[in-house]
Protein backbone atom coordinates (compact mmCIF):
# COMPACT_ATOMS: atom_id res chain seq x y z
CA UNK A 1 0.00 0.00 0.00
CA UNK A 2 1.48 3.77 -0.96
CA UNK A 3 1.62 5.46 1.88
CA UNK A 4 -0.99 8.69 1.97
CA UNK A 5 0.37 10.41 4.52
CA UNK A 6 2.01 13.67 3.59
CA UNK A 7 1.67 15.85 6.43
CA UNK A 8 1.61 14.89 10.07
CA UNK A 9 -2.16 13.25 11.32
CA UNK A 10 -2.73 14.31 14.54
CA UNK A 11 -4.86 12.60 16.82
CA UNK A 12 -7.52 15.04 16.44
CA UNK A 13 -8.11 18.31 14.32
CA UNK A 14 -10.96 20.88 15.12
CA UNK A 15 -13.79 21.04 12.99
CA UNK A 16 -14.25 25.02 11.81
CA UNK A 17 -17.39 25.84 10.07
CA UNK A 18 -16.82 28.14 6.58
CA UNK A 19 -14.98 31.56 8.23
CA UNK A 20 -17.83 33.51 5.61
CA UNK A 21 -20.47 32.40 7.61
CA UNK A 22 -18.87 33.41 11.08
CA UNK A 23 -18.61 36.94 9.53
CA UNK A 24 -22.09 38.27 10.14
CA UNK A 25 -21.65 37.31 13.45
CA UNK A 26 -18.57 39.25 13.64
CA UNK A 27 -19.95 42.14 12.46
CA UNK A 28 -23.36 42.30 14.59
CA UNK A 29 -20.39 42.35 17.33
CA UNK A 30 -18.74 45.25 16.09
CA UNK A 31 -21.96 47.21 15.43
CA UNK A 32 -23.67 46.88 18.85
CA UNK A 33 -19.98 46.48 21.00
CA UNK A 34 -21.03 44.03 23.18
CA UNK A 35 -17.78 41.79 23.98
CA UNK A 36 -18.71 39.82 26.75
CA UNK A 37 -20.80 40.00 30.18
CA UNK A 38 -23.81 38.00 28.83
CA UNK A 39 -24.33 39.32 25.88
CA UNK A 40 -26.89 38.34 23.02
CA UNK A 41 -24.97 35.48 21.65
CA UNK A 42 -23.71 33.92 25.11
CA UNK A 43 -27.68 34.28 25.70
CA UNK A 44 -27.99 32.34 22.68
CA UNK A 45 -25.70 29.79 23.34
CA UNK A 46 -26.97 29.10 26.80
CA UNK A 47 -30.82 28.63 25.26
CA UNK A 48 -29.37 26.92 22.23
CA UNK A 49 -26.86 24.25 24.01
CA UNK A 50 -29.78 23.77 26.69
CA UNK A 51 -31.96 22.50 24.13
CA UNK A 52 -29.81 20.55 21.75
CA UNK A 53 -28.47 18.72 24.67
CA UNK A 54 -31.96 18.16 26.72
CA UNK A 55 -31.01 19.73 29.39
CA UNK A 56 -32.28 22.43 32.04
CA UNK A 57 -29.46 24.91 32.54
CA UNK A 58 -26.21 25.72 30.86
CA UNK A 59 -24.11 28.22 32.34
CA UNK A 60 -21.17 28.82 29.89
CA UNK A 61 -17.40 29.42 31.10
CA UNK A 62 -13.99 30.78 29.41
CA UNK A 63 -13.22 27.10 29.89
CA UNK A 64 -13.77 23.90 31.29
CA UNK A 65 -11.27 23.78 34.14
CA UNK A 66 -12.52 27.64 35.69
CA UNK A 67 -16.11 25.53 35.01
CA UNK A 68 -14.97 22.37 37.03
CA UNK A 69 -13.39 24.53 39.73
CA UNK A 70 -16.62 26.78 40.13
CA UNK A 71 -18.49 23.85 40.37
CA UNK A 72 -16.99 22.57 43.37
CA UNK A 73 -17.37 25.92 44.77
CA UNK A 74 -20.83 26.68 44.53
CA UNK A 75 -21.92 23.34 45.94
CA UNK A 76 -19.04 24.31 48.92
CA UNK A 77 -17.31 20.94 48.89
CA UNK A 78 -14.75 20.63 51.15
CA UNK A 79 -12.49 17.91 52.93
CA UNK A 80 -11.88 14.54 50.88
CA UNK A 81 -13.17 14.13 47.24
CA UNK A 82 -13.33 10.99 45.93
CA UNK A 83 -12.02 10.50 42.52
CA UNK A 84 -10.51 8.94 38.96
CA UNK A 85 -6.86 8.89 38.31
CA UNK A 86 -7.46 8.04 34.66
CA UNK A 87 -8.16 11.58 33.12
CA UNK A 88 -6.51 14.80 32.13
CA UNK A 89 -4.93 16.68 35.37
CA UNK A 90 -7.45 19.47 35.20
CA UNK A 91 -9.81 17.24 36.99
CA UNK A 92 -8.08 16.84 40.46
CA UNK A 93 -6.18 20.11 39.79
CA UNK A 94 -10.02 21.65 40.17
CA UNK A 95 -10.48 19.87 43.30
CA UNK A 96 -6.47 21.39 44.65
CA UNK A 97 -7.82 25.15 43.27
CA UNK A 98 -10.82 24.39 46.60
CA UNK A 99 -8.54 23.32 48.71
CA UNK A 100 -10.07 19.82 48.31
CA UNK A 101 -7.75 16.68 49.12
CA UNK A 102 -7.94 14.12 46.06
CA UNK A 103 -8.86 10.53 47.01
CA UNK A 104 -8.06 8.45 44.06
CA UNK A 105 -10.08 5.24 43.43
CA UNK A 106 -9.40 2.53 40.70
CA UNK A 107 -11.18 2.41 37.43
CA UNK A 108 -13.64 -0.50 36.19
CA UNK A 109 -11.62 -2.72 32.90
CA UNK A 110 -14.11 -2.69 30.84
CA UNK A 111 -15.36 1.22 30.58
CA UNK A 112 -12.11 2.42 32.29
CA UNK A 113 -14.52 4.71 34.41
CA UNK A 114 -14.11 5.33 38.17
CA UNK A 115 -15.21 1.61 39.67
CA UNK A 116 -18.45 2.18 41.60
CA UNK A 117 -17.83 -1.47 43.69
CA UNK A 118 -14.57 0.45 44.41
CA UNK A 119 -16.02 3.69 46.18
CA UNK A 120 -17.21 2.81 49.09
CA UNK A 121 -13.86 1.69 50.44
CA UNK A 122 -12.50 4.77 49.98
CA UNK A 123 -14.97 7.01 52.07
CA UNK A 124 -14.08 8.81 55.29
CA UNK A 125 -15.49 11.07 57.93
CA UNK A 126 -14.11 13.87 55.24
CA UNK A 127 -15.55 12.51 52.21
CA UNK A 128 -17.70 14.92 51.28
CA UNK A 129 -17.94 13.98 47.25
CA UNK A 130 -17.76 12.01 44.37
CA UNK A 131 -15.84 13.68 40.94
CA UNK A 132 -16.18 10.77 38.33
CA UNK A 133 -14.95 11.22 34.65
CA UNK A 134 -17.31 10.01 31.37
CA UNK A 135 -13.76 9.08 29.98
CA UNK A 136 -13.52 9.18 26.33
CA UNK A 137 -17.67 10.05 26.11
CA UNK A 138 -18.21 6.65 27.70
CA UNK A 139 -20.89 6.80 30.62
CA UNK A 140 -20.24 6.21 34.42
CA UNK A 141 -22.22 3.37 36.03
CA UNK A 142 -24.32 6.65 36.79
CA UNK A 143 -27.30 4.93 38.76
CA UNK A 144 -24.48 3.01 41.27
CA UNK A 145 -22.81 6.06 41.88
CA UNK A 146 -26.46 8.08 42.78
CA UNK A 147 -26.93 5.37 44.84
CA UNK A 148 -23.43 5.22 47.10
CA UNK A 149 -23.75 8.95 46.89
CA UNK A 150 -27.24 9.18 48.17
CA UNK A 151 -26.34 6.03 51.05
CA UNK A 152 -23.63 8.25 52.34
CA UNK A 153 -25.36 12.13 51.92
CA UNK A 154 -22.63 12.65 49.06
CA UNK A 155 -22.13 15.40 46.12
CA UNK A 156 -21.62 13.99 42.74
CA UNK A 157 -20.11 16.45 40.11
CA UNK A 158 -19.37 14.65 36.80
CA UNK A 159 -16.46 15.97 34.74
CA UNK A 160 -18.23 15.45 31.24
CA UNK A 161 -15.74 17.17 29.18
CA UNK A 162 -15.73 14.15 26.81
CA UNK A 163 -19.07 13.63 27.10
CA UNK A 164 -20.80 16.50 24.59
CA UNK A 165 -24.00 14.87 23.09
CA UNK A 166 -23.27 11.72 25.21
CA UNK A 167 -27.24 10.29 25.99
CA UNK A 168 -28.15 6.94 27.78
CA UNK A 169 -31.87 5.39 27.63
CA UNK A 170 -33.19 8.20 30.46
CA UNK A 171 -31.50 10.79 28.24
CA UNK A 172 -28.77 13.46 28.25
CA UNK A 173 -26.00 12.08 30.84
CA UNK A 174 -25.40 15.48 31.89
CA UNK A 175 -28.36 14.96 33.90
CA UNK A 176 -26.95 13.07 36.25
CA UNK A 177 -25.07 13.87 39.28
CA UNK A 178 -25.67 17.24 41.04
CA UNK A 179 -23.57 19.48 38.48
CA UNK A 180 -22.32 18.09 34.65
CA UNK A 181 -19.34 20.32 33.44
CA UNK A 182 -18.45 20.29 29.60
CA UNK A 183 -14.92 21.51 28.06
CA UNK A 184 -15.35 23.08 23.88
CA UNK A 185 -11.92 22.77 24.19
CA UNK A 186 -9.96 22.98 20.71
CA UNK A 187 -9.70 19.04 20.80
CA UNK A 188 -13.29 18.16 21.94
CA UNK A 189 -16.30 16.94 19.88
CA UNK A 190 -17.71 20.60 19.95
CA UNK A 191 -15.35 23.58 20.47
CA UNK A 192 -15.76 27.09 20.75
CA UNK A 193 -11.46 27.62 20.95
CA UNK A 194 -11.46 27.99 24.07
CA UNK A 195 -14.61 27.05 26.09
CA UNK A 196 -17.56 25.36 28.97
CA UNK A 197 -19.97 25.16 30.52
CA UNK A 198 -21.55 23.74 33.81
CA UNK A 199 -25.05 21.69 33.20
CA UNK A 200 -27.41 22.45 35.99
CA UNK A 201 -30.83 20.95 37.44
CA UNK A 202 -32.19 24.12 38.26
CA UNK A 203 -32.12 27.68 38.48
CA UNK A 204 -31.16 28.57 41.87
CA UNK A 205 -28.19 26.74 41.62
CA UNK A 206 -27.15 28.42 37.82
CA UNK A 207 -28.14 31.63 39.50
CA UNK A 208 -25.23 31.17 42.19
CA UNK A 209 -22.80 30.05 39.44
CA UNK A 210 -23.47 33.01 37.16
CA UNK A 211 -22.33 35.27 40.14
CA UNK A 212 -19.43 33.20 40.93
CA UNK A 213 -18.44 33.28 37.98
CA UNK A 214 -18.76 37.16 37.52
CA UNK A 215 -16.19 37.53 40.52
CA UNK A 216 -18.95 36.57 42.80
CA UNK A 217 -20.99 40.42 42.21
CA UNK A 218 -24.62 40.00 43.37
CA UNK A 219 -26.24 43.18 41.56
CA UNK A 220 -24.11 46.36 41.18
CA UNK A 221 -22.91 47.20 44.34
CA UNK A 222 -22.37 43.37 46.33
CA UNK A 223 -20.12 41.02 46.20
CA UNK A 224 -20.47 37.91 47.58
CA UNK A 225 -18.13 35.36 47.49
CA UNK A 226 -14.69 35.31 45.95
CA UNK A 227 -15.75 34.14 42.47
CA UNK A 228 -13.49 34.53 39.27
CA UNK A 229 -13.65 35.88 35.88
CA UNK A 230 -15.10 32.82 33.97
CA UNK A 231 -17.31 34.37 31.51
CA UNK A 232 -17.58 33.30 28.22
CA UNK A 233 -17.06 35.81 25.40
CA UNK A 234 -19.20 37.29 22.64
CA UNK A 235 -17.01 36.17 19.73
CA UNK A 236 -16.79 32.17 22.07
CA UNK A 237 -20.26 32.14 22.00
CA UNK A 238 -21.09 33.55 18.77
CA UNK A 239 -18.79 30.62 17.38
CA UNK A 240 -20.40 27.92 19.64
CA UNK A 241 -23.67 28.78 17.38
CA UNK A 242 -22.68 28.60 14.17
CA UNK A 243 -20.72 25.34 15.54
CA UNK A 244 -24.04 23.62 16.34
CA UNK A 245 -25.40 24.07 12.94
CA UNK A 246 -22.84 21.39 12.54
CA UNK A 247 -22.44 19.59 15.24
CA UNK A 248 -24.96 16.45 14.05
CA UNK A 249 -22.29 16.19 10.84
CA UNK A 250 -19.42 16.17 12.68
CA UNK A 251 -20.73 13.81 14.66
CA UNK A 252 -22.01 11.58 11.52
CA UNK A 253 -18.63 11.69 10.64
CA UNK A 254 -17.02 10.32 13.62
CA UNK A 255 -19.73 7.59 14.26
CA UNK A 256 -18.11 6.08 10.39
CA UNK A 257 -14.46 6.74 11.51
CA UNK A 258 -15.48 4.46 14.63
CA UNK A 259 -16.95 1.92 12.86
CA UNK A 260 -14.04 1.45 10.38
CA UNK A 261 -11.67 1.30 13.03
CA UNK A 262 -14.04 -1.43 14.81
CA UNK A 263 -14.26 -3.83 11.97
CA UNK A 264 -10.90 -3.44 10.86
CA UNK A 265 -9.00 -4.08 14.14
CA UNK A 266 -11.41 -6.50 15.55
CA UNK A 267 -9.74 -9.81 14.61
CA UNK A 268 -6.00 -8.50 16.21
CA UNK A 269 -4.77 -10.37 18.40
CA UNK A 270 -3.09 -8.72 21.26
CA UNK A 271 -5.69 -5.15 20.16
CA UNK A 272 -8.64 -4.71 22.10
CA UNK A 273 -11.12 -1.63 21.33
CA UNK A 274 -12.92 -0.49 24.29
CA UNK A 275 -16.97 -1.23 24.05
CA UNK A 276 -19.15 1.50 24.17
CA UNK A 277 -20.81 1.07 27.99
CA UNK A 278 -24.56 0.84 27.08
CA UNK A 279 -24.69 4.53 25.91
CA UNK A 280 -27.67 5.08 23.52
CA UNK A 281 -26.15 8.16 21.58
CA UNK A 282 -22.48 8.03 21.65
CA UNK A 283 -20.07 10.79 20.39
CA UNK A 284 -17.21 8.94 19.40
CA UNK A 285 -14.87 12.04 21.13
CA UNK A 286 -11.90 9.25 20.81
CA UNK A 287 -11.09 5.94 19.80
CA UNK A 288 -8.90 4.30 22.52
CA UNK A 289 -7.47 1.18 21.82
CA UNK A 290 -5.45 -0.82 24.62
CA UNK A 291 -1.99 -2.76 23.08
CA UNK A 292 -1.94 -6.09 25.46
CA UNK A 293 0.82 -8.69 25.71
CA UNK A 294 -0.32 -10.69 22.72
CA UNK A 295 0.30 -7.87 20.44
CA UNK A 296 3.64 -8.57 18.82
CA UNK A 297 4.98 -5.18 19.89
CA UNK A 298 4.72 -3.02 23.01
CA UNK A 299 2.34 -0.04 23.20
CA UNK A 300 5.30 2.26 23.31
CA UNK A 301 6.72 0.50 20.01
CA UNK A 302 3.55 0.91 18.17
CA UNK A 303 3.13 4.69 19.39
CA UNK A 304 6.76 5.36 17.96
CA UNK A 305 6.46 3.48 14.81
CA UNK A 306 3.12 5.23 13.82
CA UNK A 307 5.12 8.37 14.30
CA UNK A 308 7.20 7.55 12.33
CA UNK A 309 4.99 7.17 9.99
CA UNK A 310 3.87 10.88 10.31
CA UNK A 311 0.65 9.38 12.39
CA UNK A 312 0.30 10.73 15.74
CA UNK A 313 -1.64 8.94 18.35
CA UNK A 314 -1.86 9.89 21.98
CA UNK A 315 -1.23 7.94 25.25
CA UNK A 316 -4.21 9.58 26.79
CA UNK A 317 -4.14 8.91 29.80
CA UNK A 318 -0.26 8.45 30.54
CA UNK A 319 1.61 8.82 33.01
CA UNK A 320 -2.02 8.69 35.36
CA UNK A 321 -2.79 11.91 37.17
CA UNK A 322 -1.37 10.02 40.58
CA UNK A 323 1.75 9.25 38.91
CA UNK A 324 2.58 13.01 38.29
CA UNK A 325 5.32 14.35 41.21
CA UNK A 326 2.96 16.64 42.87
CA UNK A 327 0.31 14.27 43.31
CA UNK A 328 2.47 10.83 43.85
CA UNK A 329 2.68 11.59 47.49
CA UNK A 330 -1.01 11.22 48.21
CA UNK A 331 -1.52 7.86 50.23
CA UNK A 332 -4.27 6.53 47.55
CA UNK A 333 -1.96 7.43 44.68
CA UNK A 334 0.11 4.33 45.21
CA UNK A 335 0.29 1.45 42.37
CA UNK A 336 -0.75 -0.76 44.72
CA UNK A 337 -4.46 0.56 45.03
CA UNK A 338 -4.68 1.35 41.31
CA UNK A 339 -4.04 -1.85 39.12
CA UNK A 340 -6.80 -1.85 36.41
CA UNK A 341 -5.41 2.26 36.23
CA UNK A 342 -2.23 1.51 35.98
CA UNK A 343 -2.41 -1.37 33.27
CA UNK A 344 -4.47 0.25 31.09
CA UNK A 345 -2.12 3.39 31.31
CA UNK A 346 0.43 1.14 29.88
CA UNK A 347 -1.70 0.18 27.27
CA UNK A 348 -3.93 2.94 26.02
CA UNK A 349 -3.50 4.21 22.78
CA UNK A 350 -6.13 7.14 21.07
CA UNK A 351 -5.98 6.51 17.41
CA UNK A 352 -6.65 9.92 15.16
CA UNK A 353 -10.19 10.41 15.28
CA UNK A 354 -11.96 14.14 13.95
CA UNK A 355 -14.48 14.41 11.11
CA UNK A 356 -11.73 15.62 8.46
CA UNK A 357 -9.86 12.45 8.91
CA UNK A 358 -9.81 10.97 5.78
CA UNK A 359 -11.13 7.12 5.50
CA UNK A 360 -8.14 6.35 3.44
CA UNK A 361 -6.14 7.28 6.42
CA UNK A 362 -7.82 4.99 8.55
CA UNK A 363 -7.60 2.09 6.16
CA UNK A 364 -4.25 3.01 6.19
CA UNK A 365 -3.58 3.33 10.25
CA UNK A 366 -5.12 -0.12 10.39
CA UNK A 367 -3.84 -1.84 7.99
CA UNK A 368 -0.43 -0.43 9.86
CA UNK A 369 -1.59 -2.15 13.31
CA UNK A 370 -2.26 -5.04 11.32
CA UNK A 371 1.11 -5.70 9.27
CA UNK A 372 3.42 -5.57 12.66
C1 LIG B 1 -10.23 18.97 28.33
C2 LIG B 1 -10.50 18.46 29.70
C3 LIG B 1 -10.66 19.31 30.80
C4 LIG B 1 -10.34 20.77 30.75
O1 LIG B 1 -11.07 21.51 29.89
P1 LIG B 1 -10.48 22.91 29.33
O2 LIG B 1 -11.64 23.46 28.59
O3 LIG B 1 -9.31 22.56 28.45
O4 LIG B 1 -10.09 23.72 30.49
C5 LIG B 1 -11.04 18.76 32.01
N1 LIG B 1 -11.21 17.44 32.14
C6 LIG B 1 -11.03 16.57 31.13
C7 LIG B 1 -11.26 15.13 31.36
C8 LIG B 1 -10.63 17.06 29.88
O5 LIG B 1 -10.40 16.19 28.88
Redesign the pocket.
Known amino acids: MSSQIKRPIYVTQPFLPPLEEFLPYLEKIWSNKILTNNGPFHEQLEQALCEYLGVKHVALFT ?3 IA ?1 VTALQSLRITGEVITTPY ?2 V ?2 SHALLWNGIKPVFVDINPNTLNLDPEKIEAAITPQTTAIMP ?1 HCYGYPCDVQAIQKIADNYNLRVVY ?1 A ?2 AFGVEDATGSILQHGDLSVL ?3 AT ?1 VFNTF ?1 G ?1 AIVCPDAKTKQRIDHLKNFGFLGETNVVAPGINGKMSEFNAALGLLQLKYIDKALARRKEIDIAYRVGLKDIRGIDCLNDSGEKVANHAYFPILVGEDYPISRDDLYQKLKEKNIHPRRYFYPLISEFSMYRGLPSAHRENLPVATTAAQQVLCLPIYPDLDMSIVDEIIHFITAQ
Open positions: NGTLSFATVDAHSFHKEG
